[in-house]
């Protein structure tokens, strides 16, 4: 039994199984096949391989975005001069990845808690009866304390007083000069799986090159310096347009790294485009245009709680970053030759339909191919063929 | 020699190989092999092709978030009646995708930087020695200055002034009318793959629709304006229990898209739920229930800065995007076939050790299939068959 | 012809078709053949299936975080003594993924909008020609009146008077006790594909734990209280340094989870580094050193508008979460199987070169491999051979 297996063992060791095949000598089907098989080769090196580079293995970054704006704006209301520095402009003030740029604004001064007249268009009244006292709008700013009053023929509200009046925004906007804020954009990535940092200060991108530089999509297209002006520009807005109702901006920074190459070659591309509607589709922009928000600055003056209420309108950019690395690895080269192999399988089956349904010498071909077995008569003379090979042996 | 590589090579092309194979007539093998087969061709079929859709490749979104809430709140507290706007309860104010709606909240008013005795409970003391000078807790409010004080029995801390005392959680929570508030959400997304942009204002989402619209899982599910209150009840909380203490909430924003499809078939759905326990499973909720954060309000009085101190209770709202989109590409769909067929080998594989090894016939069978070689004895007879072969040519 | 086709689909059935092999018995290329195929299989099922675990498939998480710091910081400037509390030190204070925490600044008091000196070294003159009346700098804090003031020697400007003057940074930072502020990391983390949802406070993190825990990599590797100085240490700076002019860094929570096991395995790695250079890189640091940003605190003193300008050096710290899970699924391991067989068909190949074109017995193994058709000549034989056959049949 023992001696048996390490029979069986070395006869399986030392011998080794390879089909048979039919060599066909037909220039129609060779050609045919040929032709297929190349094709197939074809894709598998050209597309998979060098094309897609289906050898790699691909990782997506993990990033970190630092933003910090410059400049300084100017405002003259009413003769009033103002100048506007990044306190004043940018909320959030730490730098986020996404922030605002105040472009026009409506300022409501020195409302606290009181009553008042609602604002005309909204609550109007001709008697008490009209104002249901405790009611109140999800879109209004009081609460309506059953009082219609006849001045403004609006019912009277418990609110912030006197009633923002946003009805007219200011145009050209307040603040255009936003046009030459400079915007310096840090990012840092992260591919965990490749353990590869990098930063958007390239090489060659060092201090002295960013004091001076702007970034320009052909001339400097790595400098992490950005003026507004040209954000809004390429983005598809014009300055003017998006600075009265506001807007948002998406930078889009674009890692797409083969990793198979020296890491200095890993850049960022900058894209921008606006979000919902630019402008040019009305469909989507109908919906909502514009980007704005309110804030408020609290005082106490007189022993009491006041506030200015700032309508801020500006421009909303959200710094997006797309990391995607991709590096040679033994995994997904096998699997891509495996299964490059597999379909050379499916072009044998189209070769084989090919010679065994198509071709005038088809059952010549079949008969070169298959070997029949039908069992009860030949199982027999098989048998003894096969004593007669065993006994050979 | 070139004669001879243009014959190889015209050899090489007019031909073509085929491996020749043994067609097995048995009703037993036929039938298992066949099911093999189907079976594997169903799987690939059906599950690979229809059901993963293996034919398509991915690509996940990049996105940008915009939200507004709208709504006024009351209070009455201590018989004063306060207004609560859209400024008062949100932050941060910029409509981020990750922000907090006040609910409840105590306030300290007028702190300013002096000495004054810590709260009973921490920093208990009976003589001076307890307290010693310049020590502080990392949970403290300030600095002990050294002294006991005799009145409250804790020791004097330099902090601001008077200290926040937040042992008692108004209940029920002040701002019940937050319920009523509602949400906007603005969604930007983009599969930069494939080039394809959308935003959650699909078609049919026009401004009519938007101004008198609420989100309804079933008969608004793409109305983009939430209700706080459905928001929380969808959540798994109810709001009351939710308001007191805080809590945080995720809104996942759904995109599957089969791009294969008409874009307008590419929408959301929105997903809610608790984040960090939602009450129900208490085992993670222990360790650090509810939401809070406290933030100062600076004013100058006297000539002294001062500060209001909020702790505000609130629920955090995290708007989460998950973008997946699909569509035909080459190259799966051929290395799901390929792979497919390497399958099939696989069937094959186990139909001959069916063949071979379990059926009574098997060593017919094996005689048919393999063709023997041993060497030195056989080699002799086969030059001299091969010989006459390629006379015979 | 139905007879035929029930008879062809019955043929069809019943048959099955497999290769005929010759079964070399060679010890050299039994060996070779055996090794490599040997190695084949290793690779798929050590490699593909064991180490990189290419049965299972994938998802990314969604994630959530919400932070909290804890602690108190002194300052003694100019006699003054000053506490912090985290509603000072912190940006934005509502608990973000991204923060920063304050370790240095530069107040500039009593601001308000006017006309004052620029600093010098900026807008340097002689006389008023060298002032442009209503020029202005991009860096700069304001714009030119047109006069040369005496005193200074530089340009008068209409800007926020005084003029901050960042020249001298204060060293040793002004909040050295912010080393022992501790940061407490909430995560949620969401696997959608999978419908798992994580928390970091896992199995063994409970309220107890976690009021006396502080995170250390080996002893407390999932306690989620974090100490500011070791958070700093960890990252590769030293807190005297980094605190002086700020930094950036980030925290990164990795989820990798095998959901095979159970899903309390399933548990997070927090990794730090510093983000745009740690002092050591000297290349990548020199470009943009440090982390600050300006924020101003407004209040009206005698019916003005003032505010208070603080430049405010820190530590930004960027919560980064990565999460990868993987499970079992039967499409990889079938595609797996497939491609494996398919690398098979390749060992064969190999074989086959080195059994056809190296050995000295190549042309015997030719002979037995390969069946030679030319046509014409033998298309008559064969023919008649068929007939043979089929009438034996």
């Known amino acids: 039994m ?32 040929r032709l297929i098989q190349l094709f197939v080769l074809a894709y ?30 100017y405002t003259k209301v009413n003769d009033t001069e103002r100048v506007w520095d990044v306190s004043d402009y940018v909320f959030p003030e730490q730098g986020d990845s996404s922030f605002v740029v105040m472009t026009n604004y409506i300022l409501t001064l020195g409302q606290k808690q009181g009553k008042c007249p609602s604002l005309p ?34 019912c009277e509200i418990f609110a912030w007083c006197p009633v923002e009046n946003d009805h007219v925004i200011p145009d050209p906007p307040a603040m255009m000069s936003a046009e030459n804020y400079t915007l310096f954009i840090k990012n840092s990535i992260t591919f965990p799986q490749f353990r590869v940092v990098r930063s958007n200060l390239v090489e060659g991108v060092d201090s002295n090159y960013i004091r001076q530089c702007v970034y320009d999509k052909i001339s400097d297209p790595f400098c992490p310096i950005f003026r507004l002006g040209d954000i809004v520009t390429m983005s598809g807005f014009t300055f003017p347009q998006i600075a009265i109702q506001g807007g948002a901006i998406g930078i889009l920074i674009d890692w797409t790294c083969d990793l198979d190459w020296h890491v200095r070659h890993c850049r960022p591309v900058y894209n921008f485009h606006g979000l919902y509607g630019n402008g040019l ?8 245009v514009g980007y704005n928000f309110r804030y408020a ?27 995607l690395a991709r590096k040679f690895d033994i ?3 096998l699997t891509a030759i495996g299964s490059g192999v597999g379909i050379f399988g499916v072009a044998t089956v189209v070769c084989d339909l090919v010679l065994l349904h198509l071709l005038h010498q088809k059952d010549f ?19 003894n063929e096969m004593e007669k090979n065993s006994a050979k042996e």
């Open 121 to 154: 268009g909204r609550h109007n009244c001709t008697s008490d009866k009209d104002c249901k006292e405790g009611e109140h709008k999800r879109t209004g700013h009081g609460k309506m304390t059953g009082k219609c009053l006849d001045e403004t023929k609006t």
């Open 297 to 323: 600055k609290y005082y106490m003056e007189d022993s009491e709680e006041k506030r200015t209420l700032t309508k801020v309108f500006g421009i909303r950019i959200d710094i997006l970053v797309r990391g």
């Open 331 to 333: 995994i997904p080269t």
């Open 44 to 73: 598998i090196i050209g597309w998979v391989f060098i094309y897609e580079k289906g050898y790699q293995v691909s990782d997506t970054a993990i990033s970190s975005v630092l933003t910090k704006m410059k400049g300084v704006g």
């Open 365 to 383: 071909y079949k008969n070169m191919k298959f070997k029949y077995t039908t069992m009860k008569e030949e199982v027999s003379v098989m048998q």
């Open 2 to 33: 023992k001696r048996n297996l390490t029979e069986a063992l070395s006869d399986f060791l030392f011998e080794y199984e390879t089909p048979r095949q039919v060599l066909v000598k037909n220039k129609q089907v060779g050609i045919v096949c």
């Open 281 to 288: 589709d009305a469909d989507e922009t109908k919906a909502s």
